[in-house]
T-cell receptor, first 116, second 111 residues
Framework: DTAVSQTPKYLVTQMGNDKSIKCEQN?????MYWYKQDSKKFLKIMFS???????INETVPNRFSPKSPDKAHLNLHINSLELGDSAVYFC???????????????FGPGTRLTVL | DQQVKQNSPSLSVQEGRISILNCDYT??????FLWYKKYPAEGPTFLIS?????DKNEDGRFTVFLNKSAKHLSLHIVPSQPGDSAVYFC??????????FGSGTKLNVKP
């Protein structure tokens, strides 16, 4: 009965490969997010979807493409992986997101991506 | 350009004493602030939040203080327990457009 789940938990791959990370939430939330935790431990938002609509698209390389097949899923596809993509990627969801007066994000356990 | 900063990477406190974790921000537009707790190999977990219309919010052993003029946020844990040992992130947002996180403070509560 995990609230926000991500797969895989660990991903080790070679430079130049294409990989995907999957995220699912069973909380009935309207908004989902992808964050990257860099080497300095900052959590930086990458994308946000509200009811399958892209609402936040930060300045990330276009090698990163989110896909939201439905409200409960937000997958992250990364093309032509580079060494600098090595990080921990967190998926999150929130009940309301855009336009709400209060909101809280629920995070998945993270996916540690290592690019060799 | 980091808009939310946690300048203390770590803090060590004796069990039963007060833990004070600090957070500074630069954007005066922020109107909602949160604290998250993170254990190793897990995602951050929401702990407590405060709206910019308040200067204090309390939930059990956890109290968050907001000083808007100083653009400063703090989390007080009283009394601290060994189970509180974790990394604490502060975060801020405006209009819930997006959330900005600090780099975290690792709290160690010694028995």
């Amino acid at each position: 009965d995990t609230a926000v789940s991500q797969t895989p938990k660990y991903l080790v791959t070679q430079m130049g490969n294409d990989k995907s990370i999957k995220c699912e939430q069973n909380l009935g939330h309207d908004t989902m997010y992808w964050y990257k935790q860099d080497s300095k431990k900052f959590l930086k938002i990458m994308f946000s979807y509200n009811n399958k609509e892209l609402i936040i698209n930060e300045t990330v390389p276009n090698r990163f493409s989110p896909k939201s097949p439905d409200k409960a899923h937000l997958n992250l596809h990364i093309n032509s992986l580079e060494l600098g993509d090595s990080a921990v990627y967190f998926c999150a969801s929130s009940p309301r997101g855009r336009g709400s007066s209060t909101d809280t994000q629920y995070f998945g356990p993270g996916t540690r991506l290592t690019v060799l | 350009d980091q808009q939310v900063k946690q300048n203390s990477p770590s803090l060590s406190v004796q069990e039963g004493r007060i833990s004070i974790l600090n957070c500074d921000y630069t954007n005066s537009m922020f109107d909602y602030f949160l604290w998250y707790k993170k254990y190793p190999a897990e995602g951050p977990t929401f702990l407590i939040s405060i709206s910019s219309i308040k200067d204090k919010n309390e939930d059990g052993r956890f109290t968050v203080f907001l000083n808007k003029s100083a653009k400063h946020l703090s989390l007080h844990i009283v009394p601290s327990q060994p189970g509180d040992s974790a990394v604490y992130f502060c975060a801020a947002s405006y209009n819930f457009n997006k959330f900005y996180f600090g780099s975290g403070t690792k709290l160690n509560v010694k028995p």
